[in-house]
């Protein structure tokens, strides 16, 4: 027969359900003995017993009947004797009936004889009293009560055999108990052993194999790959160990086979990570450097074997882009930064270098967290081309405000003083230069409050404003266009509203822009929504109309400087959300526009609540 893995075991287990079944009914017969043990006692003492007490009771009975008779009640005397002396030979009867212990037979003997006499004496007593009462006392004190004696003593005996009998019986029962106790004691402990013994045994060979399976696991783990199982049984223990071996073998020849290749790719891939221009920083899954390029290490001021194994923190000492990295771990996507505050800049001697990062979590094809890659790329050369750009455009729109200034004075004057000496003609165009000069002036003036903002010149004048301020300064100025067009200004406050903490001339720009907007782009009769709620730390102003709605290729860029929407209604400089968003920035907040083609836009910015 073929001992399967399953059989072993319930073979373990059979063998220990066949002890407790042989426990099991080793006590049973053990009670079945002792309760006929005590069955014995009850049935064969209990009833001579009872016999004995029943004959002496109609023995005293009959005597205390006669003493009656002497004492005068004759009549009730003789008929208790007679009634009693039946009952005596009722009782002496069942006796004799049930004679089975040693010394019964003469002990009735002697009740016989005893009682033959006693009877003798009573009737001489009953013949005494009739001619002497006086002298039958004499005759019962001296004659009767010695035989009634005799008999009462001979009834005791045959009572205290039977009591003997049942103590004997007692001790015997007891013996057994005592006896059937020790018995189950010894072989409930030779069933333990013999099932721990066996159990021990099945146990040791059933994991045995599993602890060498465990073992050779850890010396594959290890890299050992020359280890093999034994299989010393054809169970299913044996055939995994077998198997176990097939795979370790074809373990070993794919290690061979591709360990050097593997060596080569990682070689590739470190030549490669080496020649990137970019700072390249490789973290593992507990923010462990992994891996760092010469950039990289150069713009922390160390070598690349003095960063491995040190923590990301250590080695870079940035929180913020470590806040970014640990929420790509955590998360396993790309983290969401602002592109303003993708930028971070280092001190490098006497002078400052600015870095644009980016991090990209790596994941194993089980989608397990692997780490994380940190790329930095030197923007130091844009941000300084950056700042001169700033520079020239703020000094340019400088220059530029004072002649057309002139210009713009001078086309004025003409239009006050020349205006009926011109043809038709002279006059639409000295309007259009007038209406271009003032767009100039416009633009101008946007270009150089964006400039101010960018390079951080313009002054903010912080305050703790109420959010109701901020609509009654910036609406007004728009009731009778709005009026004009039969446009519905609708203003919602949430009750409770905090302050803001807010330069009150700046957001009022905002507002005014972004209304002004709105109204552009609302058709007559339509309506703009002015709302302002509260979430936790920031309170969310929007305006939102019914418009035609902005594209989805423009809703990414238009807050972008020069950008606008194309289309009939467009006019303007493309600067003024540009400067909301600088404006919105400079207050520590945020602007978007949540927007669907055909059904209207909604601009939101955010104000942190002054504490």
Not at 14 to 21: D, F
Request: charged letters at 25%; hydrophobic letters at 40%.
């Amino acid at each position: 027969m073929r001992w399967t893995l399953r059989k072993k075991i319930l073979f373990g287990y059979g063998i220990t359900l066949a002890l407790g079944v042989v426990v099991f009914a080793w006590a049973l017969l053990n009670l079945l003995r002792l309760g006929r043990a005590s069955d014995e006692i009850l049935r064969e003492n209990y009833s001579a017993i009872n016999t004995a007490e029943n004959i002496l009771d109609a023995l005293a009975r009959q005597d205390r009947a006669w003493l009656n008779l002497l004492l005068g009640h004759k009549t009730e005397g003789l008929r208790e004797a007679q009634e009693y002396e039946s009952q005596f030979f009722q009782w002496l009867a069942r006796a004799k009936d049930d004679i089975t212990l040693e010394g019964e037979e003469e002990v009735q003997k002697r009740i016989d004889s005893g009682y033959e006499a006693y009877l003798a004496n009573i009737n001489k007593l009953e013949v005494i009293f009739q001619l002497d009462p006086i002298a039958a006392h004499k005759f019962y004190r001296e004659k009767v009560l010695p035989s009634f004696r005799a008999v009462r003593d001979a009834c005791r005996d045959l009572r205290q055999i039977s009591e003997k009998a049942m103590v004997k019986a007692g001790d015997r029962a007891q013996h057994i108990a005592r006896r059937a106790i020790w018995s189950m004691i010894g072989i409930g402990i030779a069933a333990v052993a013999i099932g721990l013994g066996f159990s021990l045994i099945l146990s040791t060979r059933l994991v045995q194999p599993v602890l060498q399976l465990m073992e050779a696991t850890q010396k594959i783990g290890g890299g050992q790959y020359d280890v093999t199982i034994p299989a010393e049984s054809s169970d299913e223990l044996g055939r995994l160990a077998q198997e176990f071996n097939a795979m370790v073998g074809k373990l070993k020849g794919f290690h061979d086979l591709n360990l050097g290749q593997v060596v080569s790719e990682k070689r590739k891939a470190e030549a490669v990570i080496q020649s990137i221009d970019d700072g390249i920083v490789v973290v593992d899954a507990r923010f462990k450097v992994t891996g760092i390029n010469r950039t990289a290490a150069r713009v922390f001021g160390l070598e690349p074997a003095q960063a491995i194994e040190r923590h990301f923190l250590d080695v870079v000492g940035n929180e913020r882009i470590f806040s970014y990295l640990k929420q790509s771990a955590e998360t396993g996507a790309v983290p969401e930064i602002d592109e303003n505050n993708r930028v971070f800049s280092i001190q490098q001697g006497e002078s400052q270098r600015h870095y644009h990062f980016s991090i990209t979590p790596v994941e194993s094809e089980a989608g397990s967290m692997v780490g994380v890659v940190l790329l930095l790329r030197d923007v130091t050369r844009l941000k300084e081309l950056d700042r001169l750009k700033t520079e020239f455009v703020m000094t340019a729109s400088h220059e530029l405000r004072t002649p057309l200034t002139g210009i713009a004075m001078s086309i004025d004057l003409l239009r006050e003083q020349a205006m009926g000496k011109l043809d038709p003609k002279e006059q639409q165009l000295l309007d259009a230069a007038h209406e271009e000069v003032q767009r100039l002036k416009v633009l101008v003036s946007n270009l150089l409050d964006l400039s101010r903002i960018e390079a951080g010149k313009i002054e903010m004048e912080f305050d703790r404003v109420p959010v109701q301020l901020l609509f009654d300064k910036a609406v007004p100025p728009f009731k009778a266009q709005s009026d004009e067009k039969s446009v519905h200004l609708a203003i919602t406050l949430s009750p409770g509203l905090p302050r803001v903490k807010a330069d009150a001339h700046k957001i009022t720009w905002v507002l005014t822009n972004l209304i002004s907007n709105a109204l552009r782009y609302t058709n007559n009769g339509g309506q703009i929504r002015l709302r302002a709620e509260n979430y936790g730390p920031q309170v969310h102003i929007s305006v939102g109309d019914d418009g035609p709605g902005i594209p989805y290729e423009y809703q990414t860029k238009i807050f972008e400087k020069f950008v606008q929407v194309k289309g009939d209604k467009a006019s303007g400089s493309g600067l003024g959300l540009a400067i909301c968003r600088e404006i919105v920035r400079a207050h520590g907040g945020a602007i978007w526009v949540d927007s669907t083609p055909g059904r209207g836009s909604t601009f939101t910015f955010t104000l942190p609540v002054s504490q």
